[in-house]
């Protein structure tokens, strides 16, 4: 009988304040060990929370933007237990009365829209960082008190692809709306995912294993999927599963239990006597849901219904803010659908190609993507041949050149063939003629054979040639 | 000398503050050997601070209501490059980083700071023995407590170490001292102090209060650290009042309430001391409400299991990882045996009741029956008060059911320790501004007080009403106890 995977994710994503969430000093990521850091943040004797009220600001429209119900009413807790890397012997966080309930996002994993429920979005300050090196151990108090919130997902998804697009689609929000950076390798968005098993059919959830220490979407699909078979595997034998918490190890590709020890925390929540409830106004609610930009499903239905693109291609560019703005920026003014298609591959392609292996990242190009968009526009219209494309590209991307300078020679160099040069047509006849037997082979039906033909002609032009008008002439001097 | 005389003589140039500094330590230096109320004694500094006042006023320029007074300030608030160790060896040797709010207010108003006073340690106590510096005894009566946890700054203040001094309140923590030692103390309403600086005891409970000999001392002390703090959540904007002018103004018209079921448990004496002070306030033109509290009975175990519950959280930064007390290092210690073998060590016997107690209130399982309830019942607490101040406008009562007690009397019986706070803590629960007010000598020349309770942010009112009480007192002179001590010494 077949298995149904269930799953819920719990997403802490870090708000990009200046400042921490109750304390004055710097929330940017890393900075020499204890330098970000206030008598707050220290734990200090008498050092009280005030919160940052940027940081609710951000919590509410992260809420706004996933159909929750934000709350005027929300409470701030302390959530107690030791360790050296939390300075106050309790961390603040939101407890019974979240900032945002009852919320959802619609994502497409391949197979139609489905609809995740989100339960709650709720504000705490992150922990500092312990290190264990020879010699003793370490804490580094700069990430103690950075502002977090913790989304948490209904147990919705039913595979790990869900859960990856689920994730991408709260990613990309959150990094449109500017609360996120959506960075997973310094921790910045990461992931808790508690995964169960049952047959499918089966009304009741079976018992579930939350997985931590998951840090890339490859690591999520993968723990999800070793996680899942190993409790088809228990059941199979007979055995119960043991709800527990476990660690995805990367490098050996499996999750192992954390220690009975570390998961016997009762954590004594209550109301914390230094933070009056958090009461948001109803016009500073509608003030800030009005500064909500277009959000990635609008934008990529947009891209799809105005501009003619696949729903692929527009999942691709809305992915974040700034490539989708960047493609419109250089789409300009001429927006068919032709060119909209063709430019978008464009840049996911052939340029990101070039650029992926250049020096050079978006940021430096940015400023000449009006001299880009011209480049696309001349090879659209077979003006630059495939080699020649990439032959401006890379000597535009290359470290020493000035970008500008570098488009504008390759223009005046490119030397493409022009298609009524008589020449073209005394070449093609030359190579038909020296080639008798390849033109046999051709029109006893190995129609492949064009391609060869192609290679010869550009072999002799060194490349500058439209090949499509080569095909052209080549397929009717074959055909007639 | 009054606080206000001292602070006069000295804007008019007639007093150098540097006389009143030195004055002051010279009285520390003869007397404390017999009170052991100080724990740090910052002359330098305060000398300093004084010859500074000294200057302006030579060089006329403006000084603040309280330029070249000495005071002393409650070792639970953090005066910047002093030791801060709120009575506990968990804090031995830890010097504050920078000032509390209401320190930097003090020091904006030219307040001589002589240093830091004796308390309960982390202010759990109401008799200011569980200090690690020892007990403080009381200047009325060397074999007697000066009341806690504020004890060092009440009986610097009745000695004469100055003219005022800082001391915070949880349950009764400025008022009960007060009370004993022969002083004004005043909880003010909760948020009308910035805690900002002030080692937490129970968040929401804690107020810092003034302690001088007289209530318009007091009044002046307050004007000065009342008011709103950017640095603390709970700090409240409300206007603040012409404290000192309440004192001038007359109670006719009043509405004075008597609660009757506070009056059954007090000795003889104070029971008297209230009805006097009652019959007097009616003699003035005042009116006379009788007044129920009909859960009143609850205030004490509701108030310990909230303060408890809090302090259990409040004292877990005490870990010994980045400051304060760590044990030593044995080679079989894990991060868990290394913390709780520092914080046995560093917290003395009541506070780790507390804490355990508190940790105990807080668990799964309990929360509802203990920390949730106790929640519960202080909205009761609150509503009666509130009803009460409906009816009129200050409740008169006790503010310890006897004077001072002897020293050790309730050592091995917390729970009757716990008893004595019983007409303090309703205040406390409800957030309201309480004022202990002297009210002359006992039968065993022990001093009496009467405590006055008013609605949110009157303390005006408490200040028009002390006044008066105060009035028609003689005021005490100077504790006869300490005096022959310090004869006896000599």
């Not at chain 1, 609710?56 to 929750?68: F, P």
């Not at chain 1, 010699?135 to 147990?155: C, H, K, Q, T, W």
């Not at chain 2, 210690?333 to 940790?359: K, N």
Request: aromatic share 6%.
């Amino acid at each position: 009988m077949a298995w149904e995977l269930v799953i819920g994710l719990e997403v802490h994503a870090q708000l990009r304040t200046e400042s921490k969430l109750f304390g004055p000093a710097s929330a940017a990521f890393g900075g020499a060990p204890n330098s970000h850091v206030d008598a707050v943040s220290l734990g200090l004797p008498g050092a009280l929370p005030v919160l940052n009220k940027e940081a609710v600001r951000m919590a509410a429209i992260a809420g706004l933007a996933t159909n929750c119900e934000v709350q005027r009413h929300s409470v701030f807790a302390r959530k107690n237990y030791f360790y050296p890397d939390l300075p106050k012997g309790y961390q603040i966080s939101q407890f019974d009365k979240p900032i945002c309930l009852a919320g959802h996002l619609d994502i497409d994993a391949g197979e139609g829209p489905r609809r995740i429920r989100i339960t709650r979005i709720h504000m705490e300050e992150d922990a500092g960082k312990s290190s264990h090196r020879a010699g003793g151990s370490y804490v580094d108090l700069n990430r103690a008190g950075v502002p977090l919130i913790e989304i948490v997902s209904e147990p919705d998804l039913r595979s790990a692809d869900e859960a990856v697009a689920y994730l991408k689609e709260l990613r990309a929000i959150l990094i449109y709306i500017g609360v996120n950076d959506g960075n997973l390798e310094e921790g910045s968005f990461r992931c808790d995912a508690n995964v169960s098993v049952r047959r499918v059919g089966q009304t009741t959830l079976g018992t579930r294993c939350e997985i931590k220490n998951l840090n890339s979407f490859r690591g999520i699909r993968d723990a999800i999927g070793y996680e899942s078979a190993r409790q088809i595997r228990q059941i199979t034998a007979g055995e119960t599963i043991i709800q527990q918490t476990r660690l995805w190890d990367v490098d050996k590709g499996r999750t192992a239990a954390m220690r009975s020890k570390e998961q016997a925390h009762d954590y004594r929540y209550f109301p914390d006597p230094d933070l009056p409830p958090l009461l948001i106004a109803a016009e500073d609610l509608t003030a800030w849901a009005a500064t909500i930009p277009e959000l990635p499903a609008q934008r990529r239905s947009r891209f799809v219904s105005d501009l003619g693109l696949d729903t692929e291609m527009a999942r691709l560019l809305c992915e974040d803010p700034e490539t989708a703005d960047r493609y419109e920026r250089t789409l300009g003014q001429d927006q068919s659908p032709e060119r909209a298609r063709s430019l978008a591959s464009f840049l996911t392609g052939r340029l990101a190609g070039a650029l992926n292996k250049s020096e050079r990242s978006w940021a430096d190009i940015d400023t000449a993507m009006t001299q880009l968009a011209e480049v696309h526009d001349q090879w659209r219209d077979g003006k630059l041949s495939n080699k020649m494309l990439t032959d401006v590209l890379v000597a535009a991307f290359a470290a020493d050149a000035s970008f500008a300078d570098a488009l504008e020679s390759a223009r005046d160099h490119t030397g493409l063939i022009e298609q009524d040069d008589g020449a073209l047509d005394d070449m093609l006849a030359a190579i038909i003629a020296a080639n008798p037997g390849q033109v046999a082979a051709y029109r006893s039906g190995k129609h492949k054979l064009i391609g060869f033909f192609v290679g010869q002609v550009m072999r002799q032009l060194q490349g500058k040639a439209n090949a499509k008008v080569v095909n052209a002439k080549l397929k009717a001097l074959l055909d007639g | 000398m009054t606080l206000i005389e001292c602070a006069s003589a000295i804007a008019a140039g007639s007093l150098s503050a540097l006389d009143a500094t030195n004055a002051a330590l010279a009285r520390i230096e003869s007397a404390d050997v017999h009170l052991n109320a100080m724990v740090h004694v910052d002359a330098a500094g305060a000398r300093a601070q004084a010859t500074a006042v000294d200057e302006a006023v030579a060089a006329g320029q403006p000084i603040g209501p309280l330029a070249g007074v000495p005071i002393t300030i409650k070792d639970l608030i953090a005066v910047g490059g002093q030791p801060l160790t709120a009575g506990s060896n968990m804090l031995a040797g830890y010097v504050a980083p920078r000032d509390a709010s209401v320190i930097a207010r003090l020091r904006a108003a030219g307040a001589v700071l002589l240093g830091k006073t004796s308390l309960d340690e982390f202010a759990m106590g109401s008799t200011n023995e569980t200090a690690a510096t020892g007990p403080v005894r009381n200047p009325w009566g060397l074999d007697r407590v000066p009341g806690g946890s504020s004890g060092g700054s009440a009986a610097a203040v009745a000695a004469g170490y100055g003219y005022g001094s800082l001391g915070t309140d949880t349950g009764g923590s400025v008022r009960l001292p007060a009370a004993f030692c022969g002083v004004v103390g005043l909880k003010p309403t909760y948020g009308r102090v910035s805690r900002s600086g002030v080692v937490a005891y129970a968040s929401s409970l804690d107020q810092v209060g003034p302690m001088a000999a007289t209530v318009r001392d007091t009044a002046r002390l307050f004007s000065v650290i009342a008011g709103p703090c950017a640095a603390d959540a709970t700090s409240r904007s409300e206007p603040i009042g012409d404290y000192e002018a309440a004192c001038e103004l007359p109670v006719a018209g009043l509405r004075v309430g008597l609660v009757h079921s506070w009056l059954a448990g007090l000795s003889p004496e104070v029971h008297r001391a209230v009805m006097t002070t009652y019959d007097a306030l009616l003699a003035a033109g005042a009116t006379g409400a009788a007044i129920e509290l009909p859960h009143a009975h609850l205030a004490v175990p509701a108030y310990y299991l909230i303060a408890m519950s809090e302090a259990s959280a409040n004292l877990a930064r005490y870990d010994g990882v980045r400051y304060g007390h760590r044990a030593e290092l044995h080679s079989s210690d894990t991060l868990d045996t290394l913390y709780a073998r520092s914080r046995a060590e560093g917290f003395g016997p009541e506070v780790q009741r507390r804490i355990v107690m508190g940790t105990w209130a807080l668990s799964s399982g309990y929360y509802d029956a203990y920390y949730d309830r106790a929640c519960r019942v202080r909205r009761l607490v609150h509503d009666d008060l509130q009803t009460a101040l409906s009816a009129c406008d200050v409740i008169l009562g006790p503010t310890a059911p006897s004077a001072a007690w002897p020293l050790g009397a309730h050592t091995h019986d917390p729970i009757a320790a716990y008893q004595m706070d019983i007409y303090t803590t309703a205040a406390n629960l409800a957030g309201l501004p309480a004022m202990s007010v002297p009210v002359g000598l006992g039968d065993e020349g022990l001093p009496l007080a009467v405590q006055l309770i008013a609605g949110s942010f009157k303390e005006t009112t408490l200040f028009q009403v002390g006044a008066a009480v105060e009035q028609r007192q003689e005021r005490l002179s100077g504790p006869a106890a300490l005096q022959a001590a310090i004869a006896g010494g000599q």
